[in-house]
């Protein structure tokens, strides 16, 4: 009968409000990164696009590739759209579908993150219906049946929205960085980051959010999303997406010496090529030789989501001080 509840309907929500927070309270925790010493305050990167995508589908999309490498070999583990629905494939083979028997919906399975762990991809993935997105995890690409990351609680940055997972492992945590999306009107979009001892039960950063949209006339005044984290010359770094007013979207890049404090930079990277004019989204780092390798997905349709002809492009960042 929940006799322990108060007969009073006031003090009944109150009560259920409060357990509800006392519950959302072990899901979150104060943290950094391991602190770096920190880069040269100079530095900053031009970037260098290839003329031609390196990858297309149409007249289906594919965009938001995530690469992994495999000794030799590199895995791009890319989303993949039909027309209907979005899907996470390899090698022009789907491999992740949206089920909407689950609490995926019918809309998106893809739009992830890929990580190799012990020897088996890992992948990060949002699903759920459109708007009201959450973020899973397969492995080798057996989902897990619920989702890993949920929603915040009530009139909290990441309420309505969790997507746009990007996964680092810095032993002994995983590391996430993804989008939130609150209730306002129309909703914020911003960044921010949890973590994890096994990539499964996630802590979010109580101070979350980490990266806000920028004021009115900004490349990201309508939001940020799609982080792509790495480590380069005694910093963090983060590329990501902005937004504008008009929904072209660009790159940024911003600075950190501990994951949570971020310092955006002047340098905003459009696409240059027609194929990639009016979207320039989605990146994916690697860092090897001392070269900082990026895959994007590109667009020529200033779009927030699909319809935009999207392919994936590669480029390098060169520092430059």
Same mark, same amino acid.
């Given at each position: 009968?929940?006799s ?7 003090l ?6 409060f357990?509800v927070?006392?519950a959302?309270?072990?899901r979150?925790?104060?943290? =950094?990164l ?5 880069a040269d305050?100079?530095l900053?990167?031009? *970037?260098?696009?290839q003329?031609?995508?390196?990858f297309s ?6 965009l938001?590739?995530?690469?992994i490498r ?8 890319y ?5 209907a629905r979005?899907? =996470?494939a390899v090698?022009?083979r789907?491999?992740l579908s949206p089920?909407p028997? =689950?609490w995926e919906?019918?809309y998106?399975?893809a ?7 012990g ?5 990060w993935?949002?699903a ?5 997105h959450?973020?899973?995890?397969a492995?080798?690409?057996h989902?897990?049946?619920? $989702?890993v990351?949920?929603h915040g609680?009530y009139?909290s ?5 969790v997507?746009?997972p990007?996964?680092?492992r810095?032993?002994p945590?995983f ?7 609150d209730r306002?009107?129309p909703?914020r979009?911003r960044?921010?980051?949890?973590r994890?001892r096994?990539?499964v039960d996630?802590e979010k950063?109580?101070?979350?959010p ?6 009115p006339?900004?490349f990201d005044e ?17 590329l ?7 929904e ?6 911003s600075?950190?010496?501990?994951g949570?404090?971020w ?5 905003? *990277?459009p696409?240059t090529q ?5 979207v320039l989204?989605?990146? =994916? ?9 990026v895959?994007?997905?590109g667009?020529?349709v200033?779009?927030?989501?699909e319809?935009?002809?999207g392919q994936?492009g590669?480029?390098?960042?060169? $520092?430059?001080?």
């Amino acid at each position: 009968m929940n006799s322990f509840l108060p007969r009073s309907p006031l003090l009944r929500v109150s009560a259920i409000s409060f357990f509800v927070l006392l519950a959302g309270c072990s899901r979150y925790s104060n943290f =950094t990164l391991p602190k770096l010493p920190g880069a040269d305050p100079r530095l900053t990167f031009t *970037f260098d696009e290839q003329a031609a995508p390196v990858f297309s589908a149409l007249p289906k999309e594919a965009l938001n590739p995530s690469m992994i490498r495999r000794g030799t070999d590199l895995i791009d583990v890319y989303s993949l759209f039909d027309g209907a629905r979005w899907h =996470t494939a390899v090698d022009s083979r789907i491999l992740l579908s949206p089920d909407p028997r =689950t609490w995926e919906g019918s809309y998106i399975a893809a739009n992830g993150s890929a990580l190799l762990v012990g020897g088996r991809i890992w992948y990060w993935y949002e699903a759920a219906p459109r708007g009201a997105h959450r973020i899973g995890l397969a492995r080798d690409f057996h989902k897990l049946p619920q $989702p890993v990351l949920d929603h915040g609680p009530y009139m909290s940055w990441d309420e309505r929205v969790v997507a746009d997972p990007y996964v680092i492992r810095i032993d002994p945590y995983f590391y996430m960085f993804y989008l939130g999306q609150d209730r306002a009107a129309p909703p914020r979009q911003r960044l921010g980051v949890a973590r994890s001892r096994d990539g499964v039960d996630w802590e979010k950063l109580r101070s979350n959010p980490v990266l806000e949209p920028g004021p009115p006339g900004a490349f990201d005044e309508n939001g940020l999303g799609e982080p792509a984290v790495f480590q380069y010359a005694g910093s963090y770094w983060m590329l990501y997406t902005g937004r504008d007013g008009a929904e072209n979207r660009r790159l940024g890049l911003s600075r950190s010496n501990d994951g949570v404090h971020w310092e955006k930079l002047a340098a905003v *990277f459009p696409g240059t090529q027609a194929w990639d004019s009016k979207v320039l989204c989605d990146p =994916t780092v690697l860092v090897e030789n001392d070269q900082i390798r990026v895959w994007f997905g590109g667009g020529d349709v200033p779009r927030p989501d699909e319809g935009i002809h999207g392919q994936i492009g590669y480029g390098v960042l060169r $520092p430059v001080r």
